[in-house]
């Protein structure tokens, strides 16, 4: 059975830093993606790390979050991290993990994604 599990949403004053967590199991996934998502608003991507054959993982992030957040994973644990620094109010959502087993050129799009985590609420307070 594949899982995603998301961890470590919060509550944080702005400019406060917080540390997601998504942990997979049942699958080796190639492509990884945080996305949020706020009340009445579509799911908005925030970064991605893919792995083509054995090459180095590629990093992408949205505008928005360039230069504060950062992806990254652990091979050994099969777990993706989303490091979020210099956190603001508007980056308050709830935060998910979504994973294909392929390389996913179209890695900003929500609809690109299988595999989908519960979600964790992430707080920023001003």
């Known amino acids: 059975q594949v899982q995603l599990v998301e961890s470590g949403g919060g509550l944080v004053q702005a400019g406060g830093s917080l540390g997601l967590s998504c942990a997979a199991s049942g699958r080796t996934f190639s492509t990884y993606a945080w996305f949020r998502q706020t009340p009445g608003k579509e799911r908005e991507f925030v970064a991605s790390?893919?792995?083509?054959?054995?090459?180095?993982?590629?990093?992408d992030y949205a505008d928005s979050v360039k230069g504060r957040f950062t992806i990254s994973r652990d091979n050994a644990k099969n777990t993706v991290y989303l490091q979020m620094n210099s956190l603001k109010p508007e980056d308050t959502a709830v935060y998910y993990c979504?994973?294909?087993?392929?390389?996913?050129?179209?890695?900003?799009?929500?609809?690109?994604?299988?595999?989908w985590g519960q979600g964790t609420q992430v707080t920023v307070s001003s």
């Open positions: 979504a994973a294909n087993e392929g390389y996913t050129v179209t890695f900003m799009y929500s609809t690109a994604y299988t595999y």
């Open positions: 790390i893919r792995w083509r054959a054995r090459a180095t993982g590629y990093a």
